[in-house]
């Protein structure tokens, strides 16, 4: 059943009644496989004949209601939950191309995501074209006839560039390409994709989507058939699956998510603005604030600006380096959408896997730092970066 309110789906949407014993929370499913009841029931499930598990590979009970869930948060048909965010990248791929196929992608992406692209869709004969994925015209001038999926990030990982989900949509239906999003940064709290016309939605769940910094998790939402044709081939035969228990955990979290939106969102917003304030900031990527590209998309694709900031410090690598030696509340790590603050150094970090002068055309500069702002009191984040700025002055 759906709901009319986010607020209400996150909750309530998707859950599968227990009816043998009416528990309110849905049981982990801790099994590798299910038992038959004859030869011949086994012989059905293999056969499509009849619904009803088979091995967990295939399908697990907890892990298909949090698909259910997510495909009613992103409002898509279905969906299918994968071992990572890099397992619903691969899976929506390799399902989507094949070799001597062609895909645009966006110049800035997560490292891992760009990684993937470069090298192991290359090695496999797919081509792929590394674009300015807010430029229409672009885009445009490298489609080709055997063009199938044009790929982004909105907010981009990790300058914050913002995509326009409109334009992205409506070239791919114009032309008949499938269009991917990877809806990380947002979370369908913020920005549900589909709404404006893109096909496939790809998230790291390890995100805000689980927003507990505790697991390891994907999600792909799609159209009925192509969710079971990932689900049949690439899912199922590469298997980067999700875990019955890992999928409780994103259930569990899900349930916060847009409390815990509202308080990232309104932090974020007050770090921003602190920072963009501070002499020794050089310029903060964050599209709550007027001087972004993206702050015209706040209010109509975005519901509001997110949790996650980039900026540059007025200063050499190695003040970079110092300022972030010297925060104490603000955790250095990678990840993001965490209750604690993380921040960290992309060019070394989880953007390294670039060449560097990719890297810095793709707008991701040997100073950018990034900061994922957590769910603590504003007042500490900020006077902790404070702190760290001020033994940069000295
Ligand atoms: N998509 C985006 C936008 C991401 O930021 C990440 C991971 C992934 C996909 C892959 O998800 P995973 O397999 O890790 O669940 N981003 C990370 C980051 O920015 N820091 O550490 C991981």
């Not at 790291?204 to 689900?231: F, M, Q, R």
């Not at 007050?270 to 972004?292: D, M, N, R, T, W």
């Amino acid at each position: 059943m759906k709901w009319k309110n986010l607020e209400t789906n996150t909750i309530h949407a998707g859950k599968i009644l227990d009816e043998q014993f009416g528990a309110l929370n849905t049981p982990i499913y801790q099994t590798s496989t299910h038992v038959f009841e004859s030869t011949a029931q086994g012989g059905a499930r293999f056969s499509g004949d009849e619904q009803g598990y088979i091995y967990g590979r295939l399908g697990n009970p907890t892990v298909r209601e949090l698909e259910r869930r997510m495909a009613i948060l992103e409002g898509t048909e279905d969906a299918a939950a994968t071992g990572s965010g890099m397992g619903a990248v691969s899976s929506t791929i390799f399902a989507l191309l094949k070799s001597g196929d062609h895909m645009i992608a966006s110049s800035a992406l997560y490292g891992c995501t760009y990684a993937l692209f470069s090298n192991k869709c290359k090695d496999l004969g797919i081509e792929v074209s590394f674009v300015d994925i807010c430029n229409e015209t672009a885009i445009r001038n490298v489609l080709q006839e055997n063009t199938r999926v044009i790929y982004a990030e909105t907010p981009l990982n990790p300058n914050m560039i913002c995509v326009d989900l409109n334009m992205i949509a409506k070239i791919g239906q114009t032309t008949g390409v499938t269009t991917v999003i990877d809806n990380t940064f947002m979370s369908p709290a913020l920005q549900q994709p589909a709404a404006f016309g893109i096909d496939v939605i790809v998230h790291s769940a390890t995100k805000y989507l689980n927003g507990h910094g505790d697991v390891i998790a994907g999600i792909i939402c799609a159209k009925e058939s192509l969710i079971s044709e990932i689900k049949m081939t690439t899912l199922k035969n590469m298997g980067a699956i999700l875990s019955p228990h890992d999928a409780w955990l994103v259930i569990r979290g899900l349930k916060t998510l847009h409390l815990r939106m509202e308080r990232h969102c309104e932090n974020a917003q007050q770090v921003a603005e602190f920072l963009e304030a501070e002499p020794l900031v050089k310029v903060v990527y964050f599209p709550g604030l007027i001087s972004h590209q993206g702050y015209s998309l706040v209010g109509s694709q975005m519901k509001a600006a997110g949790g996650m900031i980039a900026f540059e410090l007025n200063g050499s690598f190695s003040d970079t380096v110092h300022f972030m030696d010297t925060l104490e509340l603000c955790k250095r790590a990678v990840s993001l959408g965490d209750a604690e603050t993380l921040i960290q150094h992309p060019a070394s970090m989880t953007h390294s896997g670039y060449d560097p002068e990719t890297r810095r055309q793709a707008g991701i500069s040997d100073s950018l730092i990034r900061l994922s702002v957590g769910l603590e009191h504003a007042d500490d984040i900020i006077a902790d970066l404070h702190q760290a700025l001020e033994a940069c002055r000295n």
